[in-house]
């Protein structure tokens, strides 16, 4: 009889984590190094990538990028494939919130917002996937939100990008999950990051946003790690096309 802790054991396995400088995508990132996977970190600030690689070792690797441009989405691909091979995972973190009300989005604060948070996990997908595709088995794993089903102030562009996240996840999973690649999405809860800072700068809103929770706490980093090693590894073989609250109960009050 196996083990069944190997179902959670990504030795062999490269994986591509976007928005690895900072954050859930960092706390993803050394996640899945210490699983055993070889990661590739890509994000825009080259100096944070290399401090997270360093902090990794042999098993890491950066690509300093811009995702929301979407036309360099191939030639990211291609950066991503040179230091271990194609990717078998790919991990969405990347993301921006402008927080711009209603009334004051602008054209650019929206396009960067949809760029970044909804057409680059799909097209840097779409790259990936042939070779995940060959091999018979692949990881997607995107990045939700409470704003992903919830209205929230100032979240209009965030917000719209993020329902869209949803349906994307659902949409992958049609389409490359006959292939052996299963496609699922993370919403995270509220967690101490520079995408929140604006929300844990305010002492009685964070303890508002944990009293909503059912567990009573906003969320610390090191409670993304289950659940992203099991939608990345074998454990999630059966599953595919689904939005993983964890949220610590905030979206089931």
Not at 29 to 35: C, G, I, K, Q
Not at 122 to 128: C, E, I, K, N
Request: charged share 15%; aromatic share 8%.
């Amino acid at each position: 009889m196996s083990d069944p802790r190997d179902l959670f054991d990504l030795t062999g396995r490269v994986a591509c984590v976007t928005g690895a400088s900072a954050g859930l995508g960092q706390q993803a990132a050394r996640a899945l190094a210490a699983a055993g996977a070889r990661v590739v970190g890509v994000a825009r600030r080259a100096d944070a990538l290399a401090q997270w690689a360093s902090d990794i070792g042999d098993n890491a690797a950066v690509v300093a990028a811009d995702l929301a441009d979407r036309y360099a989405i191939a030639g990211i691909a291609a950066r991503v494939a040179a230091p271990f091979g194609a990717p078998d995972i790919v991990v969405h973190a990347a993301g921006i919130n402008t927080r711009q009300a209603a009334d004051d989005v602008t054209p650019e604060g929206w396009d960067v917002t949809l760029n970044l948070n909804l057409a680059a996990p799909f097209f840097l997908s779409q790259a990936l996937v042939p070779a995940m595709r060959a091999k018979g088995w692949g990881r997607i794993v995107n990045f939700a939100s409470l704003q992903t089903t919830r209205a929230f102030p100032g979240g209009i562009a965030y917000g719209a990008s993020k329902a869209g996240i949803g349906q994307l996840t659902r949409a992958m999973a049609e389409a490359w999950s006959a292939s052996g690649i299963t496609a699922n999405a993370i919403g995270p809860g509220f967690f101490p990051t520079e995408l929140t800072g604006p929300v844990f700068a305010d002492p009685a809103r964070a303890a508002r946003n944990a009293a909503q929770t059912c567990i009573g706490r906003n969320g610390v980093m090191s409670d993304i790690d289950g659940p992203l090693l099991f939608l990345c590894s074998n454990a999630s073989a059966y599953v595919t096309g689904q939005t993983l609250m964890v949220d610590g109960g905030y979206t089931a009050k």
